[in-house]
């Protein structure tokens, strides 16, 4: 299992900008698919942005395309979520998700085994 933590999330106002950390530590993170999903008060978790072990492939939901990026640090343990153009239909909670080589696809959140504890993104109108 990979132990992660998120961090970085706040209060922000309409069309202002985030960046979410999550440090991993335990198995070898470079070997994991990473991702982000939210999830907002009273609907479901979903889907927001991974990346692949390598870094090389990247992966959106289409509400976020073009406003955030998704990106890693393998010799930090790390990765981000960059959140421009905030809109207060982004506010949730956030959490980074590990993937292990082979599970599932990078887009559901079935193959995705360790969580982190979540970070509170508000966006004001």
């Known amino acids: 299992q990979v132990q992660l933590v998120e961090s970085g999330g706040g209060l922000v106002q309409a069309g202002g900008s985030l960046r979410l950390s999550c440090a991993a530590s335990g198995r070898t993170f470079s070997n994991y698919g990473m991702g982000w999903f939210r999830q907002a008060p009273g609907k479901e978790r979903e889907f927001v942005a991974a990346?692949?072990?390598?870094?090389?492939?990247?992966y959106y939901a289409e509400s976020v395309k073009g406003r955030f990026t998704i990106s890693r640090d393998n010799a930090k343990n790390t990765v981000y979520l960059q959140m421009n153009s905030l809109k207060p239909e982004d506010t949730a909670v956030y959490f980074c998700?590990?993937?292990?080589?082979?599970?599932?696809?990078?887009?559901?959140?079935?193959?995705?085994?360790?969580w982190g504890q979540g970070t509170q993104v508000t966006v004001s109108s």
């Open positions: 998700a590990a993937r292990p080589p082979g599970f599932g696809t990078a887009t559901a959140r079935a193959g995705y085994t360790s």
């Open positions: 990346i692949s072990w390598s870094g090389g492939s990247t």
